[in-house]
């Protein structure tokens, strides 16, 4: 088992299939009257968010709690120790020092989740890191895409937008490419990097000339904070070139998927109500994000360390 | 990351005996199928679950068996236990399998079906997974065989062989479903 969930590098192709095959079996426990399962009883998961974050702290929380896991929030905000000037490290040991299993850590910082798996003896698994990954993002999305299509091989996938700031993309990119799907990066050339074509990704700067021919669209928030750094003209103009509008989604094949990692601006990426078309799976992405994280939670704490 | 995977023991299995043929477990089975519903005076709100992997095949056949010779149909299922047992910290996380079982357990009489009884420990395990579903009315426990050393108090309601064994040695069931031929063996792990 790995110990620490830290890039999608360290998962190959089978590695990726098992995880998601293991979400399938736990998905079947969120419909039982009952939704929890003894398995990680005892064990206690903790939360550490360095970055505001909803849905990502409330899946893994949401997934520890379905195994039967304690679980503990530390937000490094003003009521935390950060606030009275605790390094990262100490904090690390404070953790440590009261005993916990897993550590999901988010930190601004590329690399936080790394440096913390070598102060700690429990798992880390990374909830996203600065532009870095964001590994469980980018297999629930795997795993939301598997639900349409059967096989991940030979699908034509294009991320779009801010690719250049994303963990989302970096991770989505690297578990598409393993599994086999071919990637177009869509997006003015100030926000796509440069060096992406060494990931096995395809560029493109013009949505238009890729739309029709796609399986799946993946729309990446426009950061707003970014605007001032003068990446694109206007969100306006963001929007008329390389968001997916009305008149763009009706052009996509009629099977193709929708797919955004939320949170959306609505009416710069993605359409005002291009979100709700039928083949948007949206929603479902939020979903999945709870089987997905039971699976790596019970097959990275559930069971001995003797391969860590 | 071979390691994410469980481990399959990678020793070979050495036949001691062949102590049950194609034959014994077909009239074993049907022998069984009776028993329970003579026990249970009827079909009636009967539910035949099977523990996963070898369980779930013999479950099958139980309750298609009682079908025939019953002329009703007989509600079956299967049970992966593997999230409830006590040795995960043990032995490391196994693969999954699903889960299906008929919706309603409430009032029912749920009869569990596994291929060996040994330590116990696993019905244990599905005590917890089927009261998770939903609460029987009773529930009773059927299996091929039973080869002692119980380390927890439990009993079956309906056995095909009793096979006394030394701790030392394996059973193995083989299920025409899975292993292409129906049949008990001992023999030992080299």
């Known amino acids: ?308 | 990351m071979a390691g994410l995977r469980s481990a399959e023991p990678d020793q070979e299995f050495a036949v001691k005996a062949r102590v049950m043929t194609a034959d014994d477990v077909r009239r074993a089975l049907t022998r069984i199928s009776h028993e329970i519903v003579e026990h249970n005076k009827g079909t009636e709100d009967l539910v035949i679950v099977g523990i996963r992997t070898r369980g779930a095949p013999l479950a099958e056949r139980i309750a298609s068996s009682i079908a025939q010779f019953e002329g009703a149909d007989v509600a079956s299922g299967a049970l992966d236990v593997t999230l409830y047992r006590d040795d995960v910290n043990l032995r490391g996380p196994r693969s999954l399998e699903a889960t299906t079982v008929p919706a309603d357990l409430d009032g029912r009489t749920v009869v569990l079906v596994d291929d060996v009884l040994y330590t116990g420990r696993t019905i244990r395990a599905a005590f917890d997974a089927v009261l998770d579903l939903g609460r029987p009315r009773a529930v009773r426990l059927a299996v091929l065989v039973d080869r002692g050393h119980r380390e927890l108090p439990i009993r079956a309601d309906h056995v095909g062989k009793n096979l006394p064994t030394s701790a030392t040695e394996v059973v193995k069931v083989h299920v025409n479903e899975i292993d292409g031929e129906d049949a008990v063996l001992i023999g030992e792990y080299r």
């Open chain 1, 1 to 308: 088992m790995i110990k620490h969930l830290l890039s999608m590098d360290q998962l190959s192709g089978d590695d990726i299939t098992h995880i998601l095959d293991t979400a399938d079996s736990l998905r079947q426990v969120t419909d039982r009257p009952i939704k929890k399962l003894p398995t990680l009883r005892g064990r206690t998961v903790c939360n550490l968010f360095y970055e505001a974050s909803t849905r990502t702290r409330i899946s893994f929380e949401l997934a520890a709690k379905r195994l039967s896991a304690d679980v503990i929030n530390f937000s490094a905000d003003s009521k935390s120790s950060v606030s009275k000037g605790e390094s990262f490290k100490d904090t690390a040991w404070t953790l440590e020092a009261m005993g916990v299993d897993a550590i999901v850590v988010r930190h601004g910082s590329s690399g936080a989740p790394l440096q913390l798996s070598k102060w700690v003896r429990a798992s880390v698994l990374n909830a996203g890191d600065g532009a870095h990954e964001h590994p469980t993002q980018a297999l629930l999305d795997l795993f939301s895409i598997r639900e349409h299509f059967k096989d991940l091989s030979g699908l034509n996938v294009a991320i779009v937008g801010d690719v250049v700031h994303s963990r989302v993309a970096r991770s989505n990119v690297k578990g598409l490419v393993t599994m086999g799907a071919s990637v177009t990066l869509v997006g003015p050339p100030t926000l796509i990097p440069p060096q992406a074509r060494a990931w096995g990704a395809e560029i493109s700067h013009d949505l238009d000339s890729v739309v029709d021919d796609l399986d799946v669209v993946y729309l990446l928030r426009v950061q707003k904070e970014r605007q001032n750094e003068q990446l694109f003209p206007s969100l306006r103009e963001y929007a008329a070139i390389w968001g997916l509008d009305a008149r763009r989604a009706r052009r996509l094949k009629p099977d193709a998927l929708i797919m955004h990692p939320g949170p959306m601006n609505r009416g710069v990426e993605i359409g005002a109500d291009v979100s709700e078309y039928p083949r948007s799976i949206i929603l479902d992405q939020v979903a999945n994000g709870l089987a997905v994280r039971m699976s790596l939670l019970y097959l990275m704490l559930g069971g001995h360390e003797e391969a860590a």
